[in-house]
Nanobody, 120 residues
Framework: QVQLVESGGGLVQPGGSLRLSCAASGNVSSINVMTWYRQTPGQERESVAVLVNGGMRNFADSVKGRFTISRDNAKKSVYLEMGSLKPEDTAVYYC??????????????WGQGTQVIVSS
């Protein structure tokens, strides 16, 4: 079993910054792909930022230059640093991690979601 716990969402004014965290626990042996998604009511979940084992990163065009993604291997955590926030960044943000368990089997896990509201 692999569980993800997210934290760091909240209310922020336009132009402000937030840092989201996602920590994995359980039988995690290695992590290969770490992705942050976001979803607004009535819309499909969209990929915001991806970090692949080895360091390759990819960002949605809407957040390029404003968001960064990073990881802490020792803490089995992934972070999303969000800057120059805009009202259209308002959404529920989810982390998703793919990796290998200690039993040598692949896993795919989702965080519970954390609300980000950008408003004055």
């Amino acid at each position: 079993q692999v569980q993800l716990v997210e934290s760091g969402g909240g209310l922020v004014q336009p132009g402000g910054s937030l840092r989201l965290s996602c920590a994995a626990s359980g039988n995690v042996s290695s992590i290969n792909v770490m992705t942050w998604y976001r979803q607004t009511p009535g819309q499909e979940r969209e990929s915001v930022a991806v970090l692949v084992n080895g360091g390759m990163r990819n960002f949605a065009d809407s957040v390029k230059g404003r968001f960064t993604i990073s990881r802490d291997n020792a803490k089995k955590s992934v972070y999303l640093e969000m800057g120059s926030l805009k009202p259209e960044d308002t959404a529920v943000y989810y982390c998703h991690i793919q990796g290998i368990t200690t039993w040598g089997r692949p896993f795919s896990a989702w965080g519970q979601g954390t609300q980000v509201i950008v408003s004055s």
